[in-house]
Nanobody, 122 residues
Framework: VQLQASGGGLVRAGGSLRLSCAAS????????MGWYRQVPGRQRELVAS???????TYADSANGRFTISMDRAKNTVNLEMDFLKPEDTAVYYC?????????????????WGRGTQVTVSS
């Protein structure tokens, strides 16, 4: 199983960015996907998550500005980030809680993508 993240970059305060993360491999079912972020010296924190069948959760800092969506057909989670602030600057990590097939059985595990940098300038 692999998580391929895209998006991120540099944007001015008040701007928008879109992050996407596609899960691939011998996936049997996706229980949930989401985005976390981390700044140096601090713990990784949840930004937003989607869980089956259609439950979304947002960090207080993201509520009202970020929107998470799940494209089940493409096993892809998207995070639309609007009204970005300098304090949103961090490395963003995609996370997946999913069931996968490894012959001859199925397993459930957590997977992480490589981080993508989001920088918001003031």
């Amino acid at each position: 199983v692999q998580l391929q993240a895209s998006g991120g970059g540099l944007v001015r305060a008040g701007g928008s960015l879109r992050l996407s993360c596609a899960a691939s491999g011998s996936i049997f079912a996706i229980n949930g996907m989401g985005w976390y972020r981390q700044v140096p010296g601090r713990q990784r924190e949840l930004v937003a998550s989607w869980y089956h069948p259609d439950k979304t959760t947002y960090a207080d800092s993201a509520n009202g500005r970020f929107t998470i969506s799940m494209d089940r057909a493409k096993n892809t989670v998207n995070l639309e980030m609007d009204f970005l602030k300098p304090e949103d600057t961090a490395v963003y990590y995609c996370h997946a809680d999913l069931a996968y097939f490894r012959d001859p059985d199925y397993y459930t595990d957590d997977f992480w993508g490589r981080g993508t940098q989001v920088t918001v300038s003031s």
